[in-house]
C-alpha cells in the first residue's frame, strides 16, 4: 500500500514556476514508477511526466517538454515536478500516481493516486 499526498500548488504569473512535491508512505515506494497527471476544468486527465523506478529514467508529455522536470528521492520518498516559463493553459489540478506497469501515459496503469493540488497560472 501506497500512501500519496501531493502540496506545492498556488496562484503564479505566466512566465514564472512552480515546484510540487509528491510524499509518499511505505517502504516499497522505490519498488513504483512515478507519474505526474493533471486535469483542467472540462477536460481529461493527462500525463505530464514520469520517472522510473530509481529516477535514471524520464518521461515527458509533449507540451511540457524542456520546461518541466520530473525527479524522485528514493531515500526521502519524495518525487518533485518542477514547473518553468508557466503558461496559462498549464492551469489544472496536478496529481502525482504510482504504477507497478503498464504504459506510462495511461493513467489506468497508476494503482494509487494523491488527492491533487491546484495550480493556477495567471496571464
Known amino acids: 500500500q501506497v500512501q500519496l499526498v501531493e502540496s506545492g500548488g498556488g496562484l503564479v504569473q505566466a512566465g514564472g514556476s512552480q515546484r510540487l512535491s509528491c510524499a509518499a508512505s511505505?517502504?516499497?515506494?522505490?519498488?513504483?514508477?512515478v507519474g505526474w497527471f493533471r486535469q483542467a476544468p472540462g477536460k481529461e486527465r493527462e500525463f505530464v511526466a514520469g520517472?522510473?523506478?530509481?529516477?535514471?529514467?524520464?518521461y515527458y508529455a509533449d507540451s511540457v517538454k524542456g520546461r518541466f522536470t520530473i525527479s524522485r528521492d528514493n531515500a526521502k520518498n519524495t518525487v518533485d515536478l518542477q514547473m518553468n516559463s508557466l503558461k496559462p493553459e498549464d492551469t489544472a489540478v496536478y496529481y502525482c500516481?504510482?504504477?507497478?506497469?503498464?504504459?506510462?501515459?495511461?493513467?489506468?496503469?497508476?494503482?494509487?493516486w494523491g488527492q491533487g493540488t491546484q495550480v493556477t497560472v495567471s496571464a
Open positions: 500516481a504510482a504504477s507497478s506497469s503498464g504504459d506510462w501515459r495511461n493513467e489506468w496503469a497508476y494503482e494509487y
Open positions: 511505505g517502504r516499497t515506494f522505490s519498488s513504483y514508477r
Open positions: 520517472v522510473s523506478r530509481g529516477g535514471s529514467a524520464t
